[in-house]
């Protein structure tokens, strides 16, 4: 069995991605690996108004990265004291830089929680983690939803 010295964790803020990180945290206190979590903003598009023509509006994008970039404080600290973590924030589509860092730190494990969308959801908006899988050059946990009791 090949050792796992790191797993990146693409985290969103949603309990789905937090029951992942769950996995990864006990993945990695067994092999005493390095956690790697990612959360990705994706760029705000805005749709052209056919009376004031293309509307930019960048400070949205800022706020959506600073505040992201708070929470991902938050769970690396909470985490540092028993675990090697490193949180990362990005701007892009998910599974395009979910597979970027993974493939430039080198990690032997993606741990990626999903969301369960409906048929018709998945038919429209494709899933992240489905993505990850066909491109990922090492090993993927899916971790599905947990029924919550």
């Keep these: 069995m ?3 010295k790191k797993i990146l964790v693409p985290i969103d803020f949603s309990d789905y991605s937090f029951q992942a ?3 990864a945290k006990a993945i990695a206190e067994k092999f005493n690996a390095e ?3 990612l959360n990705v903003v994706e760029p705000v598009m805005f ?3 056919l009376t004031m023509g293309q ?4 400070s949205i994008e ?3 990265l ?3 970039e708070e929470k991902m404080k938050e769970i690396t600290d909470s985490l540092k004291n028993s675990f090697k973590v490193n949180g990362i924030v990005k701007l892009g589509k998910p599974d395009r830089e979910i597979i970027e860092l993974a493939n430039i730190e080198k990690v032997d494990l993606i741990v990626i929680g999903t969301h369960g969308h409906s048929r018709v959801e998945h038919l429209l908006f494709g899933s992240t983690a ?4 066909r491109k990922s050059n090492c090993s993927v946990l899916i971790v599905k939803p947990f029924a919550q009791s």
């Design 2 to 4: 090949k050792e796992i």
């Design 21 to 23: 990180l769950e996995y």
């Design 35 to 37: 956690i790697i979590l």
């Design 47 to 49: 749709i052209a108004d």
């Design 55 to 58: 509307i930019n509006i960048p």
């Design 62 to 64: 800022s706020e959506m």
């Design 66 to 68: 600073q505040k992201s």
């Design 130 to 133: 489905e993505k990850v899988i």
